[in-house]
C-alpha cells in the first residue's frame, strides 16, 4: 500500500507531535517540549501559512506516516526544508524522497535559488539521506540552547539550472557518497580515471575521503556541478605542485555522470575551474587524458594545448593499452 501525501491541517497536531517525538526519542537525551520549544505544532498548518509556506502529510489506512514542509527565508531567493520526518516502518520504501521531491518542488515553482535545511548532528541517518539528495553540509555548526542541547548541521544545494561551486573541507566531506556515485557510474560506462570496473563504492569513497583532506589542507580545488538540484559532475585542481611551479596546478577527474553528459555539464566545469585556477594565481594548468576520448574533443575546443602523447600508457578493462595524451593551456 503506497502512502498518499496531502496538505497538513492544523487538527493533525497530535500525528505531528508523534512522529516528531518518535524521531527524537531514537536519539539519546533528544527531547521533545511541544509547548516549551514547538509551539508552533498545536497549528502547524496555520503556522507555515503565515509564513509563506507549506506543509504535507502522508497518510496510509487513515495514519499519519510521514511530514514534511518548506518555507521562504526572505534572503538570497533560498527556501527552507522543515520538519521532514518519516515513520521507521516507512524508512526505505520511497516515502521520504517522494515527500522531500514534493517539497523541493513547491520551493522551486515559488521561485527558490538555493534549498536549506537544518539537522541534528546527531540523526546520522538523515544525513546520509540528504546528502544522497545532492545536499552538502554548509557553514557553520548551530548551537541550540534547548533541553535536548542540540547541536545542528545546516545543508544547502542550489535548486535549478546548472550551479557550479567549490567546496569547502566539511561541504567536500559530505558530498563523498554522491561524488562516489558519480566515481562508479563513469567508471562502469568505461571511463579512464586511474579505476577499472568494476569499482566498489567503498573504494571510491575512501578515494573521496582523501581528496575531501586534501581540500582541508588547501592543497586540492574541489568543484562540483549541479543540475537541477541534482550532484552531476565534479572536477579538481591539484594545488601540491612543487615550489617552483606555483604557478601551475594540475586539472584532474573531471567526471560527468553518464545520466547527464551532452548537456554542457563538462564545459561547465572545465570554465570554472579555469576561472578558479586563474583567480588564484595558477596560470598554467596541465592534465591528461585518454587518446580518443570525449574529454580530448572538450579540451581541444577549449583551446587546450597538446603538449605530446604516450602510446600504451594506460589499460582499460580488457587490458588493452590505450595512448594518453597530455595536455596544457595557459589561463
Ligand atoms: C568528458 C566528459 C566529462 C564530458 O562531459 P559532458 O558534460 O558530456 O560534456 P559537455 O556536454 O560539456 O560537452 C562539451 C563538448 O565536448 C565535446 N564532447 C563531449 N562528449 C563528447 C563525445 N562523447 N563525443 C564527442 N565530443 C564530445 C563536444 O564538443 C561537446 O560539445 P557539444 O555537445 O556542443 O557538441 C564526460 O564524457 C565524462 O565524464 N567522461 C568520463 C570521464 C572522463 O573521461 N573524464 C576525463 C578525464 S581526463
Not at 527531547?31 to 498545536?42: A, K, N
Not at 594565481?281 to 575546443?301: F, H, K, N, Q, W
Amino acid at each position: 500500500m503506497t502512502a498518499v501525501i496531502r496538505p497538513g491541517r492544523d487538527t493533525d497536531e497530535a500525528d505531528y507531535i508523534r512522529l516528531i517525538g518518535d524521531a527524537w526519542s531514537e536519539y539519546p537525551n533528544c527531547i521533545l517540549d511541544v509547548d516549551g520549544e514547538v509551539p508552533e505544532l498545536r497549528a502547524l498548518e496555520s503556522y507555515f501559512a503565515k509564513a509563506g509556506g507549506a506543509l504535507w502529510v502522508a497518510e496510509e489506512e487513515d495514519r499519519a506516516v510521514g511530514m514534511v514542509a518548506t518555507r521562504p527565508l526572505g534572503s538570497d531567493n533560498a527556501w527552507e526544508i522543515c520538519k521532514m520526518y518519516v515513520e521507521k516502518s516507512q524508512r526505505g520504501t520511497g516515502l521520504a524522497h517522494r515527500l522531500l521531491g514534493g517539497a523541493e518542488e513547491h520551493a522551486i515553482r515559488a521561485g527558490a535559488q538555493r534549498i536549506v535545511l537544518w539537522t541534528d548532528t546527531r540523526f546520522d541517518a538523515a544525513h546520509k539521506f540528504y546528502e544522497k539528495r545532492s545536499y552538502v553540509r554548509s557553514g557553520s555548526i548551530r548551537i541550540l540552547d534547548d533541553i535536548s542541547k542540540s547541536l545542528e548541521f545546516r545543508y544547502a544545494k542550489p535548486a535549478r539550472g546548472v550551479v557550479v561551486e567549490a567546496l569547502d573541507a566539511a561541504a567536500a566531506a559530505s558530498a563523498e557518497r554522491r561524488l562516489a556515485d558519480i566515481l562508479v557510474a563513469c567508471v562502469d560506462a568505461g571511463a579512464s580515471v586511474s579505476y577499472l570496473p568494476p569499482l566498489a563504492v567503498e573504494t571510491a569513497r575512501t578515494f573521496w575521503r582523501k581528496v575531501s583532506g586534501e581540500v582541508a589542507m588547501g592543497n586540492r580545488l574541489l568543484l562540483v556541478a549541479w543540475v537541477d538540484g541534482r550532484m552531476a559532475g565534479t572536477v579538481q585542481l591539484d594545488l601540491a605542485t612543487p615550489p617552483n611551479q606555483r604557478h601551475r596546478a594540475e586539472l584532474a577527474k573531471l567526471l560527468v555522470h553518464p545520466d547527464f553528459r551532452r548537456n554542457g555539464i563538462g564545459r561547465a566545469l572545465m570554465q570554472r575551474a579555469e576561472q578558479a585556477a586563474r583567480g588564484i594565481g595558477r596560470t598554467l594548468l596541465t592534465l591528461d587524458t585518454r587518446a580518443g576520448d570525449a574529454g580530448e574533443v572538450l579540451y581541444r575546443e577549449l583551446g587546450w594545448q597538446e603538449g605530446g602523447r604516450i602510446p600504451g600508457f594506460a589499460a582499460d578493462s580488457d587490458g588493452k593499452l590505450h595512448d594518453t595524451v597530455f595536455f596544457y593551456k595557459k589561463v
